[in-house]
């Protein structure tokens, strides 16, 4: 929801996510009387493997998994669509009503609900530490634990849930790639050298590493770094993300205390009234 001192009129907003997920993100960036600017940082593509489905539909048919935690939309969409080339997608459904499910994030849940998969848990931050947290709370060890996701995801989340006692499965469902458009990488610099772009929001730790490996051969880093640090502010959804870019070398100005793309326009939108008023 825009509230009133929200606003991104004249600004434009660069945009890291897929392509796939950039609709939604240009709409809520005009609504806030903003322009989107977008440079996908992240390819999203099918692995081409169903086995990691099928092993996971064989789990469920035997009730061999406790809990399943969606990370992503994309985490949703992709394995039913595997599941659906296999022609299991109403059994799956079926057999997941005997699990307990977590969507990681408002977006994740409503994307599962509309496929008529039960949302039984969302955590309170979307974060790795948030979903810690929500596990923890419920003394969850000895269980079985399943994540569909990408084959690039960090391992942090598994080790961690693993260290509780649980058995954890990553169901690798969709690949995050490295984009090969250098045109894009090309204008963007130019467009970033011209202070056409007065932030850009990251949405993840590997949304930043491949930002600066697409650009990499366009521009050196110490020339990048000084660009935007001179031109821009840094938005970062989520700490770990925060903290990546920092290893890069980049300050995040602003940080949603939910870890969600419109709570970072309201934010990265105060950050600049602030300033504003302060001169």
Known sequence: MV??????????????RPREQAEDSVTEIEERGGKAYLIPTIEIRETGDMSATKAFFEALANKEVNFVIWMSVNGVRYLLNAAATLGIESKLKAFLKDTITMA?????????????IRVNLVPEKYTSDGILKCFQERCVTGKSIYIPRTSEAPPDLTAKLREMGNQVREVYVYQSQLPSDRGLAEKFVKDLEAGKIDA???????????????LKDVVSKEKLLGLITQKCTIVAIGPTTAKTLAETGLDAKVMPEKHVFDEALNALARYWNVKNVRG
Do not use: C, D, Y
Request: aromatic share 4%; proline share 2%; no cysteine.
């Open 3 to 16: 509230q009133e001192g929200q606003t991104l009129k004249g600004r434009t907003v660069a945009v890291t």
């Open 104 to 116: 990681v994030g408002p977006k994740t849940a409503s994307e599962m609900e509309a496929h008529g």
């Open 200 to 214: 850009i929001v990251f949405s993840s730790s590997l949304g930043v590493k491949n930002f600066r490996e697409m």
